[in-house]
């Protein structure tokens, strides 16, 4: 509760873990009197000091040494202390900049929100991009790559691409896939890949009439639906991590590296945080053991009211926590924005 410290434990809670977010070394009543204007004697800084710890909201690794935040004095810091350090107006010109350079198609806004918030905070970025399977089919075409195989590529209105490198059948020449793709193009254009149902399939092998060109058909349009019913991670930022002083032990670095690489396991802490809002979750607050040392905080960004996915900065407790939370909830907004593009 807000009201359980007085002001000045406050201040000294506030000072203490501004500092270690700054330096990531422990804490020790000196410095916070030589550093910062607490009003109060080094000895009155270390008796706050003590019950601070005692209440749980410091801790200290060792005897000798100074104190860090525990889980407990991190979310009470979130909850009522941080200060607020909103995106200023050139970073977000930046941002705008980014995206207006780098997306054309609707994957590489998701790329993109990923490269953006690790690039800012200098911690790992998850971004779960949507199913697919709203957007609208809008043409399928083939490009030849030599004398017995074709590049198929299947594009839809909000800029998703399926590519493949197909073998043409045994007689089948390029102008037979050429032929191909007016027919699918004309019985599928402004169905949603939802919606292809098997009645326009068989239209399509009505009029081929070829039933290895139908079979190659098929393929790709299978391939692009089971694509489309897939969530998509896209993370950043695992340099921006490893610079961290809390990831130069090498075995941390190595375990932090597996997890992130667990695409299901990320999937699912993503989930579990799926919401309205900006939810931070911190370090013992976590129910996975893997993420007891982290902090995540997470965005979920909606369209047109239906919930499409979440964005989140993972990190060590000791991150810059106005920041990022900032950042986004900008991000979340733009993210809708950018997507709105696409029509989709």
């Not at 889980?71 to 010109?93: A, M």
């Not at 197909?166 to 254009?189: C, H, S, W, Y």
């Not at 799926?274 to 369209?303: P, R, W």
Request: glycine share 4%.
């Amino acid at each position: 509760m807000q009201d359980s410290l007085d002001a000045r434990k406050q201040r000294v809670l506030k000072a203490i873990i501004r500092d270690y977010v700054e330096s990531a070394e422990p804490v020790g009543s000196r410095t916070l009197a030589r550093k910062y204007d607490l009003g109060v004697s080094p000895a009155t800084i270390r008796n706050e000091m003590a019950d601070l710890e005692m209440l749980g909201y410091l801790e200290q690794l060792h005897t000798s040494s100074g104190r860090i935040p525990s889980s407990k004095g991190y979310r009470f810091y979130v909850d009522g202390l941080i200060p607020p350090e909103p995106v200023s107006d050139e970073e977000k010109r930046l941002i705008n900049r980014w995206y207006e350079k780098r997306v054309k198609r609707i994957e590489e806004v998701f790329q993109e929100t990923a490269r953006i918030i690790s690039q800012v905070t200098h911690n790992v970025s998850l971004v779960l991009a949507p199913q697919l399977t709203q957007a609208q089919f809008r043409c399928l075409q083939f490009l030849p790559l030599d004398d017995r195989r074709v590049i198929t590529v299947l594009m839809t209105d909000a800029g998703f691409i399926e590519n493949k490198i197909m073998r043409m059948p045994d007689g089948a020449t390029f102008e037979d896939f050429q032929r191909m793709a007016a027919v699918i193009n004309k019985n599928l254009a402004g169905h949603t890949l939802a919606t292809i149902e098997h009645h326009s399939l068989a239209e399509i092998k009505d009029e081929i009439q070829d039933e290895p060109l139908y079979e190659a058909a098929l393929s790709i349009i299978h391939r692009a639906l089971e694509s489309s019913k897939e969530e998509r991670l896209y993370l950043g930022g695992t340099t921006e991590m490893l610079e961290q002083p809390e990831f130069h032990d090498v075995e941390k670095v190595k375990d932090t590296l597996l997890v992130l690489e667990e695409e299901e396991l990320m999937k699912d802490l993503l989930h579990a945080h799926m919401g309205d809002g900006l939810e931070v979750t911190i370090g013992q607050e976590n129910e996975d053991s893997h993420f007891k040392d982290s902090s995540i905080i997470t965005a979920t960004y909606h369209l047109n009211g239906e919930l499409l996915g979440t964005i989140a900065v993972l990190g060590p407790t000791r991150m810059e926590y106005a920041k990022a939370m900032s950042l986004l909830e900008y991000m979340n907004a733009n993210l809708t924005n950018i997507i709105k593009r696409f029509d989709w």
